[in-house]
């Protein structure tokens, strides 16, 4: 199977959307084995795999293929595989895993892994998991858990490697060779220096480490760039501070000062890769949901966000039939109309989207708030006349009716401009109330410019065109 791949990856033919997926025929043999119940083959077939690509597997097949996969696999299980795993589908793999099984395969995990596997498990499962845990481990999990959920505490590893003040480049080497293989993480990139009360004063690479010579300080090789979290920092904050600062890991400190763990640039950026995705399923209106969700699951997440659009859009008629004997008589309003609303729907999406973003990321602060609202709006006013000419011009040409054109013209030039105000501006007092700009603004945008698109087009027509 592997001669399968990289023939695969050779091949400069191959389609780039198949580039690291998983083929359908390796599923497929795969699927055979087990349907077959031959486990020497399936072994054979899934160890060349990433673990990554396993879980992709595992999420792709059925439950009831899951399930024969997993018991046939057996002790092969790797613990990688559950941390790469969708949290929707990874309680059930654990549910399958023999408790033998789930013993070894967490051993294999570095504390933050098994902690974040930990923390998304219902109480039953996290109790069988705590038992195959040895007392160290489990140790270890109870005082992380007992940090609160999506702070530092949780998301650092315990597994660190520190060195004092005083030792040489030699010291923290011969430290290093010496020290048990368990005892050291799997992955590290720096040495943490720190002062006899465990207070972190400093990072050392490995770069520099292994370059120097051995009579070197370690403080003669500390980077410039070096920051110090607090286990209480929301993970958020933390994955911000490694993108803002390009750190690679950091020290994680408790309430007075000392050294408890690390964070690494893996972890942060899985971080930031999940506060991306769950902004943009906020603005969709879908929650936090996965492909794995249940029909029950799903319906329940995607329920009370259209039970709001259709209060919006409620609204939107409520000031429709406000105008009831100015659309009886021109029937033209009734199909221009929806362009109005459209189009500023449209407008105050992109100017929503670009506030949403920037306040993730702090680039929208209160020193630059009013320029990029006065922005949006300038870019709206924009927009809302070089659309105002076309829709002037195709009323006319359609309808015949120069005073309906102008209508719709100057409909469409205030619905925009209120669309980059709306935009901007709702995100914005949103988050100064303490609700989330991804979860609730889109709801608000879209009536206000349904509303206003609405109220502008159709008041304009009753006052001029009656």
Same mark, same amino acid.
């Given at each position: 199977?592997?001669?399968?791949?990289?023939?695969?990856?050779?091949?400069?033919?191959?389609?780039?959307?198949?580039?690291?997926?998983?083929?359908?025929?390796?599923?497929?043999?795969?699927?055979?084995?087990?349907?077959?119940?031959?486990?020497?083959?399936?072994?054979?077939?899934?160890? #060349?795999?990433?673990?990554?690509?396993?879980?992709?597997?595992?999420?792709?097949?059925?439950?009831?293929?899951?399930?024969?996969?997993?018991?046939?696999?057996? /002790?092969?299980?790797?613990?990688?595989?559950?941390?790469?795993?969708?949290?929707?589908?990874?309680?059930?793999?654990?549910? $399958?895993?023999?408790?033998?099984?789930?013993?070894?395969?967490?051993?294999? $995990?570095?504390?933050?892994?098994?902690?974040?596997?930990?923390?998304?498990?219902?109480?039953?499962?996290?109790?069988?998991?705590?038992?195959?845990?040895?007392?160290?481990?489990?140790?270890?999990?109870?005082?992380?858990?007992?940090?609160?959920?999506?702070?530092?505490?949780?998301?650092?590893?315990?597994?660190?490697?520190?060195?004092?003040?005083?030792?040489?480049?030699?010291?923290? %080497? *011969? /430290?290093?060779?010496?020290? #048990?293989?368990?005892?050291?993480?799997?992955? +590290?990139?720096?040495? %943490?220096?720190?002062? #006899?009360?465990?207070?972190?004063?400093?990072?050392?690479?490995?770069?520099?480490?292994?370059?120097?010579?051995?009579?070197?300080?370690?403080?003669?090789?500390?980077? *410039?760039?070096?920051?110090?979290?607090?286990?209480?920092?929301?993970?958020?904050?933390?994955?911000?501070?490694?993108?803002?600062?390009?750190?690679?890991?950091?020290?994680?400190?408790?309430?007075?000062?000392?050294?408890?763990?690390?964070?690494?640039?893996?972890?942060?950026?899985?971080?930031?890769?999940?506060?991306?995705?769950?902004?943009?399923?906020?603005?969709?209106?879908?929650?936090?949901?996965?492909?794995? *969700?249940?029909?029950?699951?799903?319906?329940?997440?995607?329920?009370?966000?259209?039970?709001?659009?259709?209060?919006?859009?409620?609204?939107?008629?409520?000031?429709?039939?406000? +105008?009831?004997?100015?659309?009886?008589?021109?029937?033209?309003?009734?199909?221009?109309?929806?362009?109005?609303?459209?189009?500023?729907?449209?407008?105050?999406?992109?100017?929503?989207?670009?506030?949403?973003?920037?306040?993730?990321?702090? *680039?929208?602060?209160?020193?630059?708030?009013?320029?990029?609202?006065?922005?949006?709006?300038?870019?709206? $006013?924009?927009?809302?006349?070089?659309?105002?000419?076309?829709?002037?011009?195709?009323? %006319? %040409?359609?309808?015949?009716?120069?005073?309906?054109?102008?209508?719709?013209?100057?409909?469409?030039?205030?619905?925009?401009?209120?669309?980059?105000?709306?935009?901007?501006?709702?995100?914005?007092?949103?988050?100064?109330?303490?609700?989330?700009?991804?979860?609730?603004?889109?709801?608000?945008?879209?009536?206000?410019?349904?509303?206003?698109? +609405?109220?502008?087009?159709?008041?304009?027509?009753?006052?001029?065109?009656?």
């Amino acid at each position: 199977m592997s001669d399968q791949v990289a023939e695969t990856d050779a091949n400069p033919e191959t389609d780039e959307a198949e580039a690291y997926v998983l083929g359908k025929r390796d599923v497929a043999a795969i699927l055979y084995t087990v349907e077959i119940e031959d486990r020497e083959k399936l072994i054979e077939l899934m160890e #060349p795999l990433h673990a990554a690509d396993i879980a992709d597997l595992l999420e792709q097949i059925n439950t009831f293929d899951r399930a024969r996969l997993i018991r046939l696999y057996g /002790h092969e299980f790797d613990g990688e595989i559950l941390s790469e795993l969708d949290e929707g589908i990874r309680d059930e793999v654990v549910s $399958l895993l023999a408790p033998k099984v789930l013993q070894e395969a967490m051993r294999e $995990l570095d504390s933050d892994d098994v902690v974040d596997i930990f923390e998304d498990l219902e109480d039953a499962q996290q109790a069988t998991m705590l038992g195959a845990l040895d007392d160290v481990d489990r140790a270890v999990v109870e005082q992380a858990l007992s940090y609160p959920e999506y702070s530092a505490g949780r998301l650092m590893q315990r597994e660190v490697v520190m060195a004092p003040q005083h030792w040489t480049v030699g010291a923290a %080497i *011969d /430290h290093l060779r010496a020290t #048990p293989e368990a005892e050291l993480p799997d992955q +590290f990139y720096h040495i %943490i220096v720190v002062d #006899p009360r465990l207070h972190p004063v400093g990072n050392v690479t490995l770069g520099k480490l292994m370059r120097s010579k051995r009579d070197t300080l370690l403080t003669a090789l500390m980077e *410039d760039s070096f920051q110090i979290i607090p286990a209480t920092r929301d993970e958020g904050d933390v994955a911000y501070a490694f993108n803002q600062y390009h750190l690679i890991s950091a020290p994680v400190v408790d309430e007075d000062g000392r050294l408890i763990g690390v964070i690494t640039i893996d972890d942060a950026m899985a971080v930031l890769d999940e506060e991306h995705e769950e902004d943009i399923l906020r603005l969709a209106g879908v929650g936090e949901s996965s492909l794995s *969700d249940r029909v029950i699951e799903t319906t329940k997440q995607r329920l009370p966000w259209l039970a709001v659009n259709l209060l919006t859009a409620i609204a939107a008629s409520m000031v429709i039939s406000q +105008f009831e004997v100015a659309l009886a008589q021109i029937v033209a309003l009734a199909v221009l109309m929806p362009i109005v609303a459209s189009m500023g729907g449209n407008a105050g999406t992109q100017s929503l989207t670009v506030a949403v973003r920037a306040l993730a990321t702090k *680039d929208l602060t209160g020193s630059n708030v009013w320029r990029v609202i006065r922005r949006e709006c300038l870019v709206g $006013l924009i927009n809302g006349t070089i659309f105002a000419v076309i829709m002037g011009i195709v009323g %006319i %040409i359609w309808f015949g009716s120069p005073a309906l054109g102008g209508v719709i013209a100057v409909a469409m030039v205030i619905n925009m401009v209120i669309a980059g105000l709306a935009g901007t501006g709702i995100p914005i007092l949103l988050e100064r109330v303490g609700v989330d700009p991804a979860l609730a603004s889109g709801a608000f945008v879209t009536t206000v410019t349904d509303v206003v698109g +609405f109220f502008a087009f159709l008041g304009l027509a009753a006052a001029v065109l009656l």
